[in-house]
């Protein structure tokens, strides 16, 4: 059967990559977390001291840099799952953390970043057999994807999962912190200049606010049956 390309895009904490890499793995397609790109951009100027105090970003240092930073993923043996890697170094756990989600969307919104990595995006899709989620995959990354899906969830539901994903992980987290963070990274999401997080005029909507994960993951599996009969 002729491969598609899957955009699946969203508000932060929906869900997204808990519905991509199971689709991905069910139907033997290749899974790329777009996020995880933005976010080890980030780690990289957290370590490399590329945020001033106040929290602005040396953006002239990190564009003379960004030829300097290698992103790749392997897949965990054991959990199949993929992991990422900054410069040959695997940051999967380093990249979740809040610091780098608390600095991640103003290093998204700078132009010169995202062009790198949309170009490697393009890159990993060219092929087809890909599900890649973000927050511009079907409107700038791949904008002719045989199939779009645009997520949300209310901002509450969203921060509780998340919350509970990270006590269940052992890590100290607060649900108002979580929520701030949700809130905020969706607030410079939407309003940057550069490919703003919206849905895709074809995307199709689904809210899973009331959605279970085995739920979601069928509704999924029968929007790809849809696309991959209608491109035949
Ligand atoms: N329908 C659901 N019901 C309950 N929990 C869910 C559901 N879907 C996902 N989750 C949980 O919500 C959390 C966030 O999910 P996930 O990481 O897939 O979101 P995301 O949209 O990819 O987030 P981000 O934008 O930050 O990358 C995870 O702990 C996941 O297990
Ligand atoms: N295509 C994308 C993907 C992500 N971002 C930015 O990265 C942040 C982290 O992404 P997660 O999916 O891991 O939450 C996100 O808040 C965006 O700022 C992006 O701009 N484009």
């Not at 965990?76 to 990249?95: A, C, D, H, S, Y």
């Not at 990354?141 to 992980?169: G, H, M, N, W």
Request: proline share 3%; glycine share 6%; charged share 30%.
């Amino acid at each position: 059967m002729k491969k598609i390309i899957i955009a699946i895009d969203g508000f932060s904490s929906c869900g997204k990559s808990t519905m991509a890499k199971d689709l991905a793995k069910e139907i033997g397609y290749i899974y790329i977390d777009s996020g995880a790109m933005y976010r080890a951009v980030t780690l990289y100027c957290l370590e490399n001291r590329l945020f001033n105090a106040d929290g602005s970003i040396q953006e002239e240092a990190l564009r003379q840099q960004m030829g300097q930073i290698q992103i790749s993923f392997q897949l965990n043996p054991e959990t199949q799952r993929p992991m990422t890697f900054l410069n040959g170094k695997n940051v999967e756990e380093r990249i979740r953390t809040m610091e780098v989600s608390s600095h991640v969307s103003p290093v998204a919104a700078l132009g010169f970043v995202r062009e790198a990595l949309v170009r490697q995006q393009q890159e990993m899709g060219k092929e087809k057999g890909i599900v890649m989620d973000g927050r511009d995959i079907g409107t700038a990354v791949f904008p002719d994807a045989e199939l779009k899906i645009f997520v949300t969830a209310s901002a509450q539901i969203r921060a509780q999962r998340r919350y509970e994903e990270l006590k269940a992980k052992g890590q100290e987290a607060s649900f108002d912190e979580i929520l701030h963070n949700v809130e905020e990274r969706d607030r410079i999401d939407q309003n940057r200049t550069v490919s703003p997080l919206r849905k895709a005029d074809d995307a199709i909507l689904l809210d899973n606010s009331e959605m279970t994960i085995p739920e979601q993951k069928e509704w999924l599996k029968e929007q790809f049956e849809k696309a991959t009969h209608a491109s035949h």
